[in-house]
């Protein structure tokens, strides 16, 4: 079974601190995507990335950064210099690829119970 | 760009009552996945459509159903609703199955 763990309930941080958002994965897949999803209180779910297993360079995308160590399951997310905007709740994902005998051939996305990020000024 | 559109944004109903949700995928996306998401939780999936065939089975009870139609919609009837149905319904389509998904904007779903 495929298994998000997001230790992180709820981080608040002052205004251009940085931050990061831990997340440490199950799988019996050896290859296998890792997304990060950003839920603001409007409720819609934003896809902010997506990462292949076989993948791990670090990628930055503007004051975002993730960091994925496979030798420890984990996927980390970094904000840089936070802002009062990037407050919401963060999920970070998982999902085999498709035809994967282990999760039954599809590629649903199992998530993390997400972190609710607060940036205050 | 155009993104998923999901229909209604918002619904209430009484118990014991149908409801039925439609999402518009992304176009040239044949690949369609409906999550529920209750009050301070996660998305869990319920089902997924690939080129209008069921591709995964989640967690969905049985009194709900969902399809794929020809122009690549799909619609999740729900039945014999109940409280613990309240809950946001969130559909997603990708381009092929293993690509990214694209989430639409919810279908808040209120039983009382």
């Known amino acids: 079974a495929q298994k998000v763990t997001q230790a992180q309930t709820e981080i608040s941080v002052v205004e251009k601190e940085d931050v990061t958002l831990d997340c440490v994965y199950e799988?019996?897949?050896?290859?296998?995507?890792l997304f990060w999803y950003k839920q603001p209180p409007s409720g819609e779910l934003v896809f902010l990335i997506r990462?292949?297993?076989?993948?791990?360079q670090n990628e930055i995308s503007g004051r975002y950064s993730w960091n994925f160590q496979k030798s420890t399951s984990s996927f980390n997310f970094t904000i840089t210099a936070s802002q009062v905007v990037d407050s919401a709740v963060y999920f970070c994902a998982l999902s085999a690829l498709p035809g994967s005998i282990l999760t039954g051939g599809g590629n649903k996305l199992t998530f993390g119970t997400g972190t609710q990020l607060k940036v205050e000024l | 760009a155009a993104g998923v559109i999901q229909s209604p944004r918002h619904l209430i109903k009484e118990k014991r009552e149908t409801a039925t949700l439609k999402c518009y995928p992304i176009p040239r996306h044949d690949t369609v996945y409906w999550y529920q998401q209750g009050p301070g939780q996660d998305p869990q999936f319920l089902i997924s459509?690939?080129?209008?065939?069921?591709?995964d089975k989640g967690s969905i009870p049985d009194r709900f159903s969902a399809q794929q139609f020809s122009d690549y919609h799909s619609e999740l009837n729900m039945s014999s609703l109940e409280l613990g149905d309240s809950a946001l319904y969130f559909c997603?389509?990708?381009?092929?199955?293993?690509?990214?998904?694209?989430f639409g904007p919810g279908t808040r779903l209120t039983v009382l």
């Open positions: 799988t019996r897949d050896t290859t296998y995507y």
């Open positions: 997603a389509s990708s381009l092929e199955m293993g690509h990214e998904q694209f």
């Open positions: 459509f690939y080129e209008k065939m069921q591709s």
């Open positions: 990462r292949n297993s076989f993948d791990e």
